[in-house]
């Protein structure tokens, strides 16, 4: 028995109307999540060879929203839902990415005998997805095609469940009862018009943001997803998951980012889902800063706040990304090369609606100008009127709106400004299209987005700080916070050098950034991440806790916890080793897919500014360095990367990793290792094998 685990995946034709199941068993290798879509994109859409991978809303391209065995088993933090798909979104060229997104859907999927959902096709007219237990139908969309995600859940909900209290009026659904309501995702009008900055969103303002997804559910004439069931899941270890929880919370008290009275995903506990209905409460991160308006230099995040909170029901209300649009950022700071139109101050991670407003200002973009602003009153840019308009243009495509919804760096490389502003600093995209988020002085962070399509998303490592970066102490030193994390980097806990940070003179290649030892950090990062937080799918806001925010010391439940709840839920008798090994499997898929797309080590590159003085945003800059034999915190605020350092931190990278030096690809020692031969043949088949 797959503890854990509902046993089957739908799988849906949108083009044939074909409603079928795939048996979990087949892909239980991959854990869950992304592993599971990655390995069920290569069977269905990399194996057949009929397509390139090249666009996005080929109606070839395979959709899958995934949970993790996590999910429903009361896990704080496995409910997320992983999206995986060529994603729209990227630049220059629409890439194999994933994201995800909390709430309930993942755990009402479970409930109703699901592991997940598996999309392909294009419906001839809109349509939507409606999941009762094992009852699946494939319903007309028509009536919900133009309406906003609030209106449109509304109307499924109804259809569905009618208008029952949530959690107090029982209903029945088939000859069981329950007082849910189906969990629904679902798109916009801004993904209905196939914009590549569209978001999937679930309930009341979860967003799956990057890759533009939206998009790819508009383009199969899809508008939703709804789920509700009945069921359960069975777990190995019920009292193991109980005890565990209680050994977290008892031991390691966490600080959570909400006020009193907010809410959390299922069935989380970590309380920081700050919206919990349709219309009023307040939404959280990039909705939260997205309408921005005007900013302080050093402002954090500011502005009435019911002001923010409007400008967020704007934006999933119409379903649009608030990572590739936003208008500000997280805070505003002075940085070298900023644009003298901004008084030298950039946002943190400055977006298409800050980009807009530099045009404007100096005086590219705007009526009649080289650049047309119809429909948008750029004079009023820093009202929510203006946001309203900014979304209906693009999901209208009227005016400027044609070419902003066709993605930003495709916008800004139409307007013939691409290699001026990127050289400039002014756009901050890392590489892929992905706004810079966190990318230095943490560099795995920073290496993630050029070896992946976009923004890897992950914490984990960030709080290794002097500073005690998010939540951690500042009572330790770097060779305290060293040595306990050393021990924690299965199977590279014989290496401490791979926490060294140094980047400057000799010791960044010998012992630092660019060295061998750096490429293990990254190794185990996006294993560590491939396994427990993309195919488990825990939240990474929650898990891993590296480092203690209580009273005991610097040593944080993190990667002890994770490990404890898979054991408890699933019964495996795999080792920590194990699990990581598992990792770099699902790596290791992911890889071969964006080879089978072409990619090849000349195009992992990051864009110009991140060689340049002003790469890193002074905050928490404070990182672990090995120097003369001695460990110390340094201050890098002004850390940026040298070309040669990263050609040679890819080597090494490659190298470790067992792919080809000279191409990045993966070998086919390494595949077999790993148990996949047919993923080697393929690649063998299309000569994307590497040497």
């Not at 005998?113 to 007309?140: C, F, L, M, Q």
């Not at 756009?427 to 399509?453: D, K, N, Q, T």
């Not at 940026?640 to 993966?666: A, C, I, M, N």
Request: aromatic share 12%; charged share 20%.
């Amino acid at each position: 028995m797959l503890y854990g685990y509902a046993g089957k995946i739908l799988k849906v034709n949108l083009t044939t109307k074909d409603i079928g199941m795939i048996d979990t068993a087949k892909y239980e290798e991959f854990g869950g999540g992304v592993g599971m879509g990655a390995a069920i994109f290569w069977d269905l859409a990399v194996v057949p060879g009929d397509w390139d991978l090249q666009d996005a809303f080929d109606p070839r391209n395979v959709i899958s929203l995934m949970s993790g065995p996590l999910a429903g088993t009361g896990v704080p933090g496995g409910g997320r839902t992983s999206v995986c798909a060529i994603a729209p979104e990227t630049f220059p060229a629409p890439l194999f990415h994933r994201t995800s997104f909390g709430g309930r859907f993942a755990m009402m999927l479970k409930f109703a005998g699901w592991d997940g959902v598996v999309i392909h096709g294009k419906a001839d007219s809109p349509v939507w997805i409606n999941i009762i237990n094992d009852k699946v139908t494939i319903e007309d969309g028509k009536h919900l095609w133009g309406l906003d995600t609030f209106e449109a859940q509304d109307e499924i909900t109804s259809a569905v469940s009618g208008r029952t209290r949530f959690g107090q009026q029982w209903q029945q659904i088939g000859e069981d009862y329950t007082t849910a309501r189906p969990q629904i995702v679902c798109i916009g009008p801004v993904g209905e018009s196939m914009t590549r900055v569209a978001s999937l969103i679930h309930g009341s303002g979860v967003a799956a943001r990057t890759g533009g997804f939206g998009g790819v559910f508009g383009s199969k004439n899809l508008k939703a997803v709804s789920v509700i069931g009945t069921g359960g899941i069975e777990v190995a270890d019920p009292a193991g998951i109980v005890d565990t929880r209680l050994w977290h919370t008892r031991n390691f008290p966490r600080i959570t980012y909400a006020s009193p009275g907010t809410g959390s995903c299922m069935p989380c506990i970590n309380n920081d889902r700050k919206r919990n209905s349709y219309y009023g409460g307040e939404s959280m991160c990039a909705e939260e800063y997205w309408y921005m308006g005007k900013q302080e230099p050093g402002q954090m995040m500011g502005g009435d706040r019911s002001v923010l909170m409007r400008g967020a029901d704007i934006a999933v209300r119409w379903g649009i990304c608030t990572w590739a649009t936003k208008f500000g950022g997280a805070i505003t700071l002075p940085m070298p090369n900023a644009p003298a139109a901004f008084k030298g101050m950039v946002p943190m991670e400055p977006g298409m609606g800050w980009y807009i407003k530099y045009l404007y200002e100096i005086g590219e973009l705007g009526p009649g100008k080289k650049i047309e602003s119809h429909p948008l009153p750029m004079d009023q840019w820093d009202t929510l009127k203006f946001r309203e308009i900014f979304c209906d243009a693009i999901a209208r495509r009227v005016g400027i709106g044609e070419d902003l919804a066709e993605g930003f760096l495709e916008a800004v490389n139409k307007w013939g400004r691409l290699e001026e502003d990127m050289n400039a600093g002014t756009l901050r995209l890392p590489a892929w299209g992905a706004s810079w988020h966190h990318s230095l002085p943490e560099v795995c962070w920073a290496y993630s987005y050029i070896f992946m399509s976009g923004d890897p998303v992950w914490h984990g490592f960030f709080g290794l700080s002097g500073g005690g970066g998010f939540g951690g102490p500042a009572t330790y030193t770097a060779e305290e916070l060293v040595e306990t994390m050393t021990k924690k980097v299965v199977p590279f806990d014989d290496d401490p050098l791979i926490f060294s940070n140094s980047w400057k003179g000799k010791d960044a290649f010998k012992t630092g950034i660019y060295s061998p030892h750096k490429a293990k950090m990254l190794a185990w990062a996006r294993r560590y991440a491939g396994f427990y937080n993309e195919a488990m799918s825990i939240c990474e806001m929650l898990l891993p806790s590296f480092i203690s925010s209580g009273p005991k010391g610097i040593a944080g439940p993190s990667p002890e916890l994770e490990y404890r709840y898979y054991k408890a839920v699933t019964g495996s008798n795999e080792t920590f080793a194990d699990t990581i090994e598992t990792g770099r499997k699902i790596w290791n898929m992911e890889r071969a897919i964006r080879v089978m797309a072409g990619r090849h080590r000349d195009q992992e590159k990051f864009a110009p500014f991140m060689h340049m003085p002003g790469a890193t945003f002074p905050i928490g800059g404070s990182k672990p360095v090995y120097v003369n034999g001695k460990w110390s915190f340094e201050d890098q605020n002004d850390l940026y990367l040298d070309r040669e350092g990263v050609e040679q931190f890819k080597t090494h990278f490659y190298r470790l990793e067992g792919w080809d030096v000279d191409s990045g690809w993966p070998t086919r020692k390494t595949l077999e290792e790993l148990g996949m031969k047919k993923v080697a043949d393929v690649l063998a088949s299309k000569e994307r094998l590497g040497a």
